[in-house]
């Protein structure tokens, strides 16, 4: 299984980006999709989370501003940030709780990262 992400890049502040990030392989189920970021010298924190069923959170520093989606025929996750501010800067990695053909449970895979740089 591989998680490939993809939108990053430089915008102003104020501006808009959409990142995706696509599931693929032996993949049996999708439950929760995710997307997380780390600026540099920080830990990784979540940004936004979708379940199975349809449900999302924010983080409260994002609410109003970017909105998770996903495409479950796809297995692709959406974040569609508007608004940047230049502290959104960071590398954004996706996340996705994944059940794998042919074994047992749920296991967590991640992007390898895109970095979105905001100007102010």
């Known amino acids: 299984v591989q998680l490939q992400a993809s939108g990053g890049g430089l915008v102003q502040a104020g501006g808009s980006l959409r990142l995706s990030c696509a599931a693929s392989?032996?993949?049996?189920?999708?439950?929760?999709m995710a997307w997380y970021r780390q600026g540099p010298g920080y830990q990784r924190d979540l940004v936004a989370a979708?379940?199975?069923?349809?449900?999302?959170n924010y983080a409260d520093s994002v609410k109003g501003r970017f909105t998770i989606s996903r495409d479950n025929a796809k297995n692709t996750v959406y974040l569609q940030m508007n608004s940047l501010k230049p502290e959104d800067a960071a590398v954004y990695y996706c996340?996705?709780?994944?059940?794998?053909?042919?074994?047992?449970?749920?296991?967590?895979?991640w992007g390898q990262g895109t970095l979105v740089t905001v100007s102010s």
């Open positions: 979708s379940t199975s069923g349809g449900s999302t």
């Open positions: 996340n996705a709780r994944i059940k794998v053909v042919g074994k047992g449970g749920t296991y967590d895979y």
């Open positions: 392989g032996s993949i049996f189920s999708i439950n929760d």
